[in-house]
């Protein structure tokens, strides 16, 4: 496996899909493309991507609708929103949705590539599938397995069990499970 990162651009616009996927192709991301918000739900949850760059307005489901449905699914890759909306109201709906970020069209390209950077900074680089004995946690797509076969878990113990292989060798309080798992 590559050690790029991976990154889900998601837009339904040909000519601006193409220039942001050749963009981030040359600047060594390999990149993965959906057109439409049911493409993009599919491909979010069976990829393990690092980043994902989604449009508002797409056909099928729209870019605030794969955004929740994806954080329902407990997938914490970063989102950035890519969007001609620009008025406040939509800017907030979509943090609050659980996007990481909003960027207003037309964008330039330094913009949005110091954007992918800084959110890929708060991504463990190194950490995307971690094993231990018979279980296999791929933080990435946020699944794991034991024995081969899946775990059902919540987002609130996925979150805890990132925490604490992050702070792998650590003596963690419970203060600092409380704050920084449960807020």
Do not use: N
Request: net charge negative; with cysteine; charged share 30%.
């Amino acid at each position: 496996m590559s050690d790029a990162r991976r990154i889900l651009i998601v837009e339904d616009e040909p000519g601006l899909q193409m220039t942001l996927e050749d963009r981030l192709c040359a600047e060594g991301y390999e990149v993965e493309t959906a057109g439409d918000g049911f493409g993009a739900e599919r491909a979010a949850a069976g990829g393990q991507f690092d980043l994902i760059l989604l449009d508002v307005m797409l056909p099928g489901q729209d870019g605030f609708q794969v955004c929740r449905r994806l954080r329902r699914k407990g997938i914490r890759t970063p989102i950035l929103m890519l969007t001609a909306r620009g008025e406040v109201d939509d800017r907030v709906r979509g943090l609050e949705l659980g996007a990481d970020d909003y960027l207003l069209k037309p964008f330039e390209m330094r913009e949005l590539l110091a954007r992918v950077e800084a959110l890929l900074r708060r991504v463990p680089g190194g950490r995307r599938l971690v094993t231990f004995g018979a279980a296999k946690v791929d933080f990435a797509a946020t699944s794991a397995t034991l024995h081969g076969e899946p775990v059902e878990m919540s987002a609130r113990m996925f979150r805890l069990l990132e925490y604490l292989v992050e702070h792998a060798g650590e003596t963690l309080t419970r203060e600092q499970l409380l704050q920084e798992v449960w807020g």
